[in-house]
């Protein structure tokens, strides 16, 4: 057992690592970095609509109780359509809650809405 074939395998060891971590980040969509560790969505907490940037894009979870005075975007029968579940910007799929990419680190709600709303592509 010679020293230099321990350090050998550290580094090797430590590329795979940062192969590893680099392979982490690119998971973002999926999990986040959260107080330091790697969360995974269903372990994402829920995006607070008191939350001051929830509360300047209008977000709710119940896209029903958004405030359409201030948020026009989601008047009418075109804009009544709109939710977090097809918006382009929506990382749960079929899941009732899941990432979005305009709270990172939370989820939010299928049913939900905010004024950052785009169309699902493709
Ligand atoms: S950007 Fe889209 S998915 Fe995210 S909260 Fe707004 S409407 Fe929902």
């Known amino acids: 057992m010679s020293d230099s074939s321990s ?3 550290m580094s090797h060891d430590r590329r795979r690592f940062l192969k590893m971590g680099a392979g982490a980040i690119a998971a973002v969509p999926v999990a986040a970095l959260v107080g330091g560790r790697v969360a995974f969505a269903e372990d994402l907490p829920k995006l607070d609509e008191a939350d001051p940037s929830a509360v300047a894009l209008g977000y709710k979870h119940d896209a029903a109780d958004v405030d359409t005075a201030k948020f026009p975007k989601r008047t009418g029968a075109e804009g009544e359509k709109q939710l977090c579940s097809n ?4 990382q749960g799929g079929d899941a009732e809650w899941g990432p979005c990419a305009i ?3 939370r989820r939010v709600a299928g049913p939900g809405w905010c004024n950052a709303w785009i169309p699902m592509q493709g």
């Open 7 to 9: 350090k050998a395998g």
């Open 87 to 90: 918006c382009n910007l929506y």
């Open 103 to 105: 709270f990172p680190g």
